[in-house]
T-cell receptor, first 116, second 109 residues
Framework: ETGVTQTPRHLVMGMTNKKSLKCEQHLGHNAMYWYKQSAKKPLELMFVYNFKEQTENNSVPSRFSPECPNSSHLFLHLHTLQPEDSALYLC???????????????FGPGTRLTVL | QKEVEQNSGPLSVPEGAIASLNCTYSDRGSQSFFWYRQYSGKSPELIMFIYSNGDKEDGRFTAQLNKASQYVSLLIRDSQPSDSATYLCAVRRGQNFVFGPGTRLSVLP
């Protein structure tokens, strides 16, 4: 266990559904991330939150909507997804410090999403 | 050119041998470099990080960084079947982490 939890672990949804993924970190970190991992593709960084402020949004379609109410919780709201959005969605957290070159990310177990 | 490149493998080594995993990156502004291990169906777990040129050792693992050549490697000594996994190289610049596609390692008993 890394101290980062994600729920649900598995999710099947239709293209017209609305669902949310939840991530919680118990490490006291100040930054949280959403990644997408598709088969045969590298991990793709989707969103970064630092001190609850979104600092990165790597050209992610608007059908994915992140929310970070505090430094311990991160959500990914999903609506009108496409079958190609089926993937493993990973949450990670890190403690960002000035000049902290070794600040690393700790990953949650992921949510396996299937869009029908 | 892909930002972070790795040989996809599979790389097969006999038990007890040294496994050598390589990674190249394109962004010269990259500041730190990470190796993660990912078992099938699991999330990535950190093995080690390095940000200074040279070698860094941690138990059976040694990371090597050459910023001039934009090259980072991971050596695994005395490879065990439990080391069989996909190894991900990650490169960090600021708060942006870029991952390579991973190299699948198979350690044969």
């Amino acid at each position: 266990e890394t101290g980062v939890t994600q729920t649900p672990r598995h999710l099947v949804m239709g293209m017209t559904n609305k669902k949310s993924l939840k991530c919680e970190q118990h490490l006291g970190h100040n930054a949280m991330y959403w990644y997408k991992q598709s088969a045969k593709k590298p991990l793709e960084l989707m969103f970064v939150y630092n001190f609850k402020e979104q600092t990165e949004n790597n050209s992610v379609p608007s059908r994915f909507s992140p929310e970070c109410p505090n430094s311990s919780h991160l959500f990914l709201h999903l609506h009108t997804l496409q079958p190609e959005d089926s993937a493993l969605y990973l949450c990670a957290s890190s403690q960002e410090r000035p000049g902290g070159l070794g600040d690393t990310q700790y990953f949650g177990p992921g949510t396996r999403l299937t869009v029908l | 050119q892909k930002e972070v490149e790795q040989n996809s493998g599979p790389l097969s080594v006999p038990e007890g041998a040294i496994a050598s995993l390589n990674c190249t990156y394109s962004d010269r502004g990259s500041q730190s470099f990470f190796w993660y291990r990912q078992y099938s169906g699991k999330s990535p777990e950190l093995i080690m990080f390095i940000y200074s040129n040279g070698d860094k050792e941690d138990g059976r693992f040694t990371a090597q960084l050459n910023k001039a050549s934009q090259y980072v490697s991971l050596l695994i000594r005395d490879s065990q079947p439990s080391d069989s996994a996909t190894y991900l190289c990650a490169v960090r610049r600021g708060q942006n982490f870029v991952f390579g596609p991973g190299t699948r390692l198979s350690v044969l008993p």
